[in-house]
């Protein structure tokens, strides 16, 4: 079970109207890591939840790193929203608050907003090929990643407004969701209107340090619509279209 494909069928069993199914799903996930004693980027499936212990406290714990530094754990917060949304329902976000919170404030970001890659991302491969660097590449050691910044301004502000509903401090999460923000316009978004999907600041075997994506890449460019980062009618988000045709 990895962590960011729980949200895909999340997604889907809501829309097709079944919530409690979409909710066993996450229960699944939240399972996992609760027996692992924090979040993780993968879980072995077959694990009975009824059976599972008591959750660590997750206010208490550090910041993530490897694999959940970024892009991941964002993905935690943002089905359990939808699962709200599509119910008109937050207890069961008020019951994981603590869980879903830490799935942003534990992550690694830079004084400027920037986020790194996970080094898991599914299409880091063809991302790399479409720009001609090698197959494999450590992208997580090298660049800072618009797709982890996307997802934090899709996750934060919502989740800030599920603070305020639920009487929880909403500050944290509107200065993550402006750090996000203040990352893809100072640094990500090109004069051609899209956002960079990568920013080497570190010096690799074939790129510079400092060299930017001079073109978008689809799994990165339409994260903004697909996670909800940018409204259906925002500029940056139809000029992202545009420069993908």
């Known amino acids: ?95 994981h608050w603590s869980y879903l919170r830490r799935g942003l404030v534990a992550q690694q970001m830079d004084a400027e907003g920037r986020q790194a890659f996970s080094g898991d991302e599914t299409f880091r491969l063809m991302m790399g090929v479409a720009h001609g660097y090698p197959l494999e590449y450590a992208w997580d050691e090298l660049a800072w990643s618009a797709n982890s910044s996307l997802l934090m301004l899709a996750a934060a502000p919502r989740m800030a407004a599920a603070a305020l509903a639920l009487g929880h401090d909403d500050a944290e999460f509107d200065a993550l969701g402006d750090a996000a923000q203040n990352a893809l316009d100072a640094h990500f978004l090109q004069e051609g209107g899209f956002y960079a999907p990568f920013i080497f600041h570190t010096a690799g075997d074939d790129n510079a340090a400092g060299e930017t994506a001079l073109q978008p890449f689809e799994d990165v460019n339409l994260k903004a619509l697909w996670a909800g980062a940018l409204a259906p009618d925002d500029p940056v988000a139809l000029s992202d279209l545009r420069r993908l045709q």
């Open 1 to 95: 079970v990895w962590l960011r494909d729980t949200i895909g069928p999340t997604r889907f069993l809501l829309r097709a109207g079944r919530p409690d199914e979409a909710l066993e799903n996450l229960e699944y996930l939240y399972a996992c890591h609760v027996e692992k004693g924090d979040y993780g980027n993968a879980c072995e499936s077959g694990l009975d939840p009824s059976a599972v212990g008591d959750p660590p406290d997750w206010d208490a714990m550090g910041g993530f790193g490897g694999r959940i530094g970024a892009e991941g754990p964002t993905y935690v917060p943002l089905g359990w929203l939808d699962h709200a949304r599509w119910t008109d329902d937050l207890s069961q976000v008020a019951a």
